[in-house]
């Protein structure tokens, strides 16, 4: 029931962060050519990523042989590594989707701890369960939480230095 609430909140998150970031009174589109620019880049660079991982999870599975994890959180690694090559691309590239260009850029931040605290509290209850690794395998139901507790984390993380280092007068423009 816990995994239910958790995907449910994660679900619900999601949908408020896109009604709060791209209202339809404002318009996003006004990237200027640099940043389209490296967007475009970012979006390059995260499919070759996720080919990349893709190719080498089947041929490693094929064959050297498996991997302690399971196949399809394996897989869900390889696409939220390529999600990851983007979104901090465009982060450290300055051509972020509205995050610090918006009135909602906190509410944004808040809600990627809402949703990490959500998988935190899923993570924990898949632990007592003993449901995280079995027989030596990290699992889908436990391994998922950790994955995408590891995904905000690091969008976070990365967010909150470049507006750190920005803020100093370290930007990169």
């Known amino acids: ?91 450290w590239k300055d051509a972020y989707w509205g995050i610090r260009q918006t009135s909602g850029s906190n509410i944004a931040v808040g809600l990627m701890v809402i949703v990490m605290a959500m998988q935190y509290m899923g993570l924990r209850g898949q632990i007592k369960n003993g449901d995280v690794i079995v027989h030596g395998v990290l699992t889908w139901d436990g391994g998922i939480y950790l994955l995408i507790l590891v995904f905000f984390a690091l969008i976070l993380a990365n967010l909150l230095v470049k507006s750190w280092m920005d803020k100093r007068g370290g930007s990169s423009e």
Do not use: H, N
Not at 13 to 40: T, W
Not at 61 to 67: H, Q
């Open 1 to 91: 029931m816990t995994d239910i609430i958790s995907f449910a909140g994660a679900f619900i998150a999601i949908q408020i962060f896109k009604i709060i970031m791209f209202k339809k009174d404002k318009d996003y589109s006004g990237y200027d050519e640099r940043q389209e620019l490296i967007r475009g880049r970012a979006f390059r660079y995260g499919f070759l990523t996720l080919a990349f991982l893709l190719a080498a999870a089947v041929l490693w599975e094929e064959c050297v042989g498996t991997l302690p994890i399971e196949f399809s959180l394996l897989m869900m690694a390889c696409l939220m590594v390529g999600c990851l090559v983007v979104i901090l691309y465009d982060i």
